[in-house]
């Protein structure tokens, strides 16, 4: 069965590092991208960006890019979302996903993680 | 970036009824790399369409998808009590990112 494991709520101050990180089991980790995709309080979807366990490759969202690190462990079948500097505008849920087709960096995601609550507040 | 727009932000609608959402894109991109995501609160998104016309594994076939262009539908023939909820699409095929729409919410007439 697949499944994506998120880390729990989390609950840090302004200027706080933090990082999240996502589970992988039931399918061969190194063989499909994993995204993050923000959901700010009572907004939509914003896709953040993809990475690649096989090789670490990431492609970012350029409104992301520089905001956060995404990175991944192919050993130990994790995915990662990490802050060096919390701000309030970063309260959100961030959920992990799947792409659908092994190996294709072009897709829609299949399978979600049940989200990671991130609250920021002095 | 591809800008998605979707229409309209609320459908109130009974069961029973079909539902019709609609997603236009700012400009065209490749393929058929269009999906849709029914959402409800407290939940993960989830994939019910992928490639403008393909159900995902275990999505009713109540649940439709169609466009090509910058115009995509996602169509709901007969509303299921769990059918109410919010609706994101999402293209992916151009360079990153791959953007979602602002979700369309079905709620109970």
């Known amino acids: 069965e697949v499944q994506l494991v998120q880390s729990g709520a989390e609950v840090k101050k302004p200027g706080e590092s933090l990082k999240i990180s996502c589970k992988a089991s039931g399918f061969k980790f190194t063989s499909y991208w994993i995204g993050w995709v923000r959901q700010k309080p009572g907004k939509g979807l914003e896709w953040m960006g993809i990475v690649y366990p096989a090789d670490s490759e990431v492609r970012y969202n350029p409104s992301f890019q520089g905001q956060v690190t995404i990175s991944a462990d192919k050993s130990i079948n994790t995915a990662y979302l990490q802050w060096s500097s919390l701000k309030a505008s970063d309260i959100a849920i961030y959920f992990c996903a799947r792409h659908r087709t092994p190996y294709s960096g072009y897709d829609g995601f299949d399978y979600w993680g049940q989200g990671s609550l991130v609250t920021v507040s002095s | 970036e591809i800008v998605l727009t979707q229409s309209p932000g609320t459908l109130s609608l009974s069961p029973g009824e079909r539902a019709t959402l609609s997603c236009r894109a700012s400009?065209?991109?490749?393929?058929?790399?269009l999906a849709w995501y029914q959402q409800k609160p407290g939940q993960a998104p989830r994939l019910l369409i992928y490639g403008v016309s393909s159900r995902a594994t275990g999505i009713p076939d109540r649940f439709s998808g169609s466009g090509s262009g910058t115009e995509f539908t996602l169509t709901i023939s007969r509303l299921e009590p769990e059918d109410f909820a919010v609706y994101y699409c999402?293209?992916?095929?151009?360079?990153?990112?791959?953007?979602f729409g602002p979700g369309t919410k079905v709620n109970i007439k």
């Open positions: 400009q065209s991109f490749s393929g058929s790399a």
């Open positions: 999402q293209q992916y095929g151009s360079a990153v990112p791959f953007t």
